[in-house]
Structure formats: structure tokens, C-alpha cells
């Protein structure tokens, strides 16, 4: 996924590693539009391609890094940081996600705040490195 996979990502400091591990992926999903198209719209899959928008938005529901960003510090987030640009990216998904609703995949890309999401994403994919 363009070079959204660089630089590592740093488990240090974390209880859950794999979880971390797991978000982390989910990001790089949010983060490229590249693979939104190719994965999320034309259903090209390749080895790994298993996500769509509904399950990353719920996989990032479910693990509480979106809902409770701060109190996850320690457990899959090392600092503040960390929980900062995961709370900015609730933010904005939230709100696209209130406006939308349970529009088509197609929709959310569409959007006109689709491009603040995925920005939002890399700034937290860039923080967990």
C-alpha cells in the first residue's frame, strides 16, 4: 500500500503488541486511497486484502482506540501523542460517519471530508511508528 507500510511499527511499551499491531493495519486501509479503490470499490483482492470500510470502522469501534483513545495509552497506545491523533481521526470519521450513515462504501470515498479522514489516518499511522 503506497508507502504508508514504512517506517516499522514500534510495539515498545505497550501491552497488547499484537493488537497495536492490528490497528495499525487497519490505518493503512484508512490511510490509501489506493487500496480503498482497489480493494473497497473494484473488490480486487490480493494476499491480505480482507477489509472493507465496515470492517475497519468496526474493528477500530470494537478495540475502543477511536471511542476511548486516552485511556488505551499503555495498552495498544504508547503516550498521548499517540491518543491525540487517534482522537483527531475519531473526530473526523465520526462526523462523516453521522452525516453518512450507512451510505455505500462508494459514498464515504465520494465525500468531499473523505480526503480529511484519510490525512487523519496517516497522522496516526505516522505516530505508532
Same mark, same amino acid.
Given at each position: 500500500?503506497?508507502?504508508?507500510?514504512?517506517?516499522?511499527?514500534?510495539?515498545?511499551?505497550?501491552?497488547?503488541? !499484537?493488537?497495536?499491531?492490528?490497528? &495499525?493495519?487497519?490505518?493503512?486501509?484508512?490511510?490509501?486511497?489506493?487500496?480503498?479503490?482497489?480493494?473497497?470499490?473494484?473488490?480486487?483482492?490480493?494476499?491480505?486484502?480482507? !477489509?472493507?470500510?465496515?470492517?475497519?470502522?468496526?474493528?477500530?469501534?470494537?478495540?475502543?482506540?477511536?471511542?476511548?483513545?486516552?485511556?488505551?495509552?499503555?495498552?495498544?497506545?504508547?503516550?498521548?501523542?499517540?491518543?491525540?491523533?487517534?482522537?483527531?481521526?475519531?473526530?473526523?470519521?465520526? &462526523?462523516?460517519? !453521522?452525516?453518512?450513515?450507512? &451510505?455505500?462504501?462508494? #459514498?464515504?470515498? &465520494?465525500?468531499?471530508?473523505?480526503?480529511?479522514?484519510?490525512?487523519? #489516518?496517516?497522522?496516526?499511522?505516522?505516530?505508532?511508528?
Amino acid at each position: 500500500m503506497e508507502d504508508l507500510e514504512q517506517p516499522a511499527m514500534s510495539c515498545d511499551g505497550v501491552e497488547f503488541p !499484537d493488537a497495536r499491531l492490528r490497528i &495499525a493495519s487497519m490505518l493503512r486501509s484508512l490511510a490509501s486511497p489506493e487500496h480503498q479503490r482497489r480493494v473497497w470499490l473494484a473488490e480486487v483482492r490480493g494476499p491480505g486484502d480482507v !477489509d472493507d470500510l465496515t470492517m475497519v470502522v468496526n474493528f477500530l469501534d470494537d478495540t475502543r482506540v477511536l471511542g476511548d483513545p486516552e485511556g488505551l495509552v499503555g495498552e495498544v497506545l504508547r503516550n498521548g501523542s499517540e491518543a491525540r491523533a487517534m482522537r483527531e481521526l475519531s473526530d473526523v470519521l465520526y &462526523a462523516l460517519i !453521522d452525516d453518512l450513515g450507512e &451510505a455505500p462504501d462508494s #459514498a464515504y470515498l &465520494a465525500s468531499r471530508c473523505w480526503p480529511s479522514v484519510v490525512e487523519a #489516518a496517516r497522522r496516526a499511522l505516522r505516530s505508532m511508528a
